[in-house]
């Protein structure tokens, strides 16, 4: 089955900087998701990501703050931009496979996630 | 989505079968029930899925309710690795709508 990786797996920044995280799926997939995860809470959906489109964003997230890019349908990347310590969280991207062997057709697949802290 | 309604935690003991409710009362007629495990700092992790019928694979089994009103995922023979949050979603099965998770029932498994 396809395998999902990001870069990098961890980071500590300084605020007012950026860090751009990858993901890369060794299979075509048709839908690529960025989720954000803070200390101790549950998942959050920051954006889908389109190929060849622009990213369509959940409310409370901006294009500024998260551009997104998707050049092919095997990688993204999300970049925090101008960080501050409130960004320190896990960042997870996810896919949705159509016809691959061995995934569940239709269900999220995700990647093992970019442990972010900023100082 | 439907929303759902976990148990914040539960404990059980290692080799024994772990059964993880979930309240799923508005569940709509073309909604999934999909189960999802994170262990700690990794990935959500998929188990099941299903829509009315009880489905089992290599990892756990999927009771959901003749209502459909509620499901239990069952974890036959608990092992120490099974130690994680456990969440529960209801979803439409269409590749483009995504997975709306809550806060999940954190499962620890002891010796």
């Known amino acids: 089955s396809a395998v999902i990786s990001q870069k990098p797996s961890r980071d500590i920044c300084q605020r007012g900087t950026s860090l751009t995280i990858q993901c890369q799926v060794d299979s075509q997939v048709t839908m690529m998701f960025w989720y954000r995860q803070q200390p101790g809470q549950s998942l959050t959906l920051i954006a889908t990501?389109?190929?060849?489109?622009?990213?369509?964003?959940e409310s409370g997230f901006v294009i500024d703050k998260f551009p997104i890019s998707r050049p092919n349908l095997t990688f993204s990347t999300l970049t925090v931009s101008n960080m501050s310590p409130e960004d320190s969280s896990i960042y997870l991207c996810s896919v949705v496979a159509q016809g691959l062997a061995g995934w569940a057709t239709d269900t999220q697949y995700f990647g093992p996630g970019t442990r972010l802290t900023v100082l | 989505d439907a929303k759902t309604t976990q148990p914040t935690s539960m404990d059980c003991a290692e080799g024994r079968a772990a059964n993880l409710p979930c309240n799923h009362s508005t569940i709509s007629g073309n909604e999934y029930v999909y189960w999802y495990r994170q262990i700690h700092s990794q990935g959500p992790q998929y188990i099941i899925h299903g829509l009315k019928n009880n489905e089992t694979n290599e990892m756990a089994s999927l009771i959901i309710t003749e209502d459909r009103k509620s499901s239990t995922l069952i974890l036959p023979h608990a092992t120490l690795r099974d130690t994680a949050v456990y969440y529960c979603?209801?979803?439409?099965?269409?590749?483009?709508?995504?997975?709306?998770f809550g806060p999940g029932t954190r499962l620890s498994v002891l010796p």
């Open positions: 979603i209801v979803r439409v099965n269409n590749y483009g709508q995504n997975f709306v």
């Open positions: 990501a389109n190929q060849g489109s622009e990213a369509t964003y």
